[in-house]
Antibody, heavy 120, light 107 residues
């Protein structure tokens, strides 16, 4: 059973760059797409983007200019950088695994989520 | 982007009731439609993938149907642990998009 764990700072200032890491255990980052998804308090889910173990990325156009994702296969981790933070970026950030096409490409494994607050 | 619209946004029901949640896509997504359950303070949990396939370990009272643009999630007999928020999500193309959620409350 694969497990995911997000890590990173919980409090950021406006204009700073957020860096989050997702550590994968019980399985390899190889062979899957890995996504970042966020959820402001009391609101719905927003897909930020995804990356493949090869380094191929797809970003949400709404965030594309501020997002960078990368993978560290040797440590079974992948990361999210989100620049030029504003209060609107305050949310719980989740990492998730996307299943294969034969399994509907659903998000079948999720981290527990990490709350990021952007405030001066 | 493909817009996903769920109805209703909230629903009150009793233990034992049969409930259905509707999800509509703004364009044809074939059967690339997934359903998730989220409880307060927890990550979403996958229930149904590819419109009608039950994720491993999910009770058989959950079922999904549909293709193209119209989809449903049905819970045949509500149990106390089913009161939660439910989201649909399309995996046909990027950006991946979610419905706004349906909050299922105890009547």
């Amino acid at each position: 059973q694969v497990q995911l764990q997000e890590s990173g700072p919980g409090l950021m200032k406006p204009s700073e760059t957020l860096s989050l890491i997702c550590t994968v255990s019980g399985g390899s980052v190889s062979g899957y797409y890995w996504s970042w998804i966020r959820q402001p308090a009391g609101k719905g889910l927003e897909w930020i983007g995804r990356l493949y173990a090869s380094g191929t990325t797809n970003y949400n156009p709404s965030l594309k200019s501020r997002v960078t994702m990368s993978v560290d296969s040797s440590n079974n981790q992948f990361s999210l950088n989100l620049s030029s933070l504003t209060a609107a970026d305050t949310a719980v950030y989740y990492c998730a695994r996307e299943a294969t096409a034969t399994e509907g490409r659903c998000f079948d494994s999720w981290g527990q989520g990490t709350l990021v607050t952007v405030s001066s | 982007d493909i817009q996903m619209t769920q109805s209703p946004s909230s629903l009150s029901a009793s233990v034992g009731d049969r409930v259905t949640i509707i999800c509509r896509a703004s364009q044809n997504i074939t059967d690339y439609l997934n359903w998730y359950q989220q409880k307060p303070g927890k990550a979403p949990k996958a229930l149904i993938y590819a419109a009608s396939n039950l994720q491993s370990g999910v009770p058989s009272r959950f079922s999904g149907r549909g293709s193209g643009t119209d989809f449903t999630l049905t819970i045949s007999s509500l149990q106390p642990e089913d009161f939660a928020t439910y989201y649909c999500q399309q995996s046909y193309t990027t950006p991946r998009t979610f419905g706004q959620g349906t909050n299922l409350e105890i009547k």
